[in-house]
């Protein structure tokens, strides 16, 4: 059995959920912003971060709607995220230094999940490192095809590679978007998976999906922006 670290967990980590939201199982305990109760958020938040060994050292809540990756400055907002949406969980990466790489999980629009990772690699560049894990995923998944996507741009920051795939499944293709900058020798890589909708689905849930896609294609910018503004102070 293949062993998964790194990027590769969060992939196989967001196809699973996506496959489970397919099957129509619910994937996430945590409260979204429907409420407004940003006490209960932040509350909730803390709670992810106690729960990991050492999380105190790698993250704080930033104010009353973010968790901040101490090291690197990168921003994993929960009380600003999309209506029915939720940041899920908070992950170390046990296999580097402590504080060295972190990945925040979310749930958006309760259908696409993502995951975004920052994770120090001094030296390396964003084109090398979508070409990893194009790699990573078409060797993990059987029969998945690369699909053209759009690309990212934004003049704060270097350049955005992003790669797509489709995943054929009998209850439903599954869509992931891949994309990764460098910001200051950090790496931000972030993956999402849904469902694809087609013409048998409800209207809401084939707007809801794209509009979900959309808001995850555009999901590394800020997170990125985060990174490079906390290296400017």
Not at 61 to 77: L, N
Not at 104 to 131: F, H, M
């Amino acid at each position: 059995m293949k062993i998964l670290r790194g990027r590769m967990v969060a992939i196989a980590a967001a196809m699973a959920l996506a496959s489970c939201a397919a099957n129509g199982q619910s994937t996430s305990g945590a409260p979204t912003n429907n409420s407004k109760n940003e006490t209960s958020a932040a509350a909730f938040a803390q709670a992810m971060i106690d729960k990991i060994e050492n999380g105190n050292l790698v993250f704080e809540i930033s104010g009353k709607d973010s968790v901040r990756h101490i090291q690197s400055g990168m921003i994993c907002s929960f009380a600003k995220a999309p209506p029915r949406s939720a940041l899920t969980r908070l992950e170390i990466s046990r296999d580097m230094p402590i504080g060295d790489g972190v990945s925040c999980y979310y749930k958006i629009l309760d259908i696409v999940n993502l995951a975004i990772e920052v994770s120090r690699k001094p030296g390396q560049d964003s084109a090398k490192i979508i070409a990893d894990m194009k790699k990573d995923i078409l060797e993990s998944y059987t029969g998945i095809k690369p699909v053209e996507y759009q690309s990212l741009n934004n003049n704060r920051l270097g350049p955005v590679e992003v790669a797509a795939f489709i995943l054929p499944r009998d209850d439903g293709d599954i869509k992931t978007i891949l994309s990764t900058t460098m910001v200051g020798g950090w790496s931000i890589e972030v993956v999402a998976a849904f469902r694809l909708a087609d013409s048998a689905d409800p209207p809401e849930l084939i707007m809801a999906q794209r509009m979900g896609e959309t808001i995850a294609a555009l999901w590394i910018l800020p997170a990125a922006v985060s990174v490079l503004e906390a290296s400017q102070h």
